[in-house]
C-alpha cells in the first residue's frame, strides 16, 4: 500500500513544471503520446511536449470556439476541442497526430 501511494506521489511530480502546473498527458492513433503543460481555457502560452521535445506554442485566437496553439518556427499548431485535440504541420499541410484524447476523454467516448 505505501508503495503505491509513493508511486502515485512520484507519477504526480514528474509530471508538474517548476511553477506547479500539471501536464495533460494524450494518447493519440497509433499509440502515439503528447503533453500539455499550461491551461488550454486561458493561458496565451502552452508547452507542448511531442518526440523527445518541447515546443512554447502562443495562442491563436480562433471564431469557433477551438482552442489553437502554434510554435511558428516548426510549423506545429495543436488545436483542441472538447472531444479530442490533433497536432498539424502547418509547412507540411498535414496531420501530424490525430484523435488525441486525455483519459477522461477516452472514458466518455465508452
Known sequence: MRSSILSAVIVL???????????????CEYGKRMAIFGDENKDNMIELHWGGDAYQMQRVPTTTGAHRFEHFSSGLVWISIPAKAML??????????????TGAMQRQRR
Open 13 to 27: 511530480l514528474s509530471l508538474m513544471t517548476s511553477d506547479g502546473a500539471m501536464a495533460l498527458e494524450m494518447t
Open 88 to 101: 498539424l504541420d502547418r509547412k507540411l499541410g498535414a496531420p501530424v497526430a490525430n484523435e488525441c484524447r
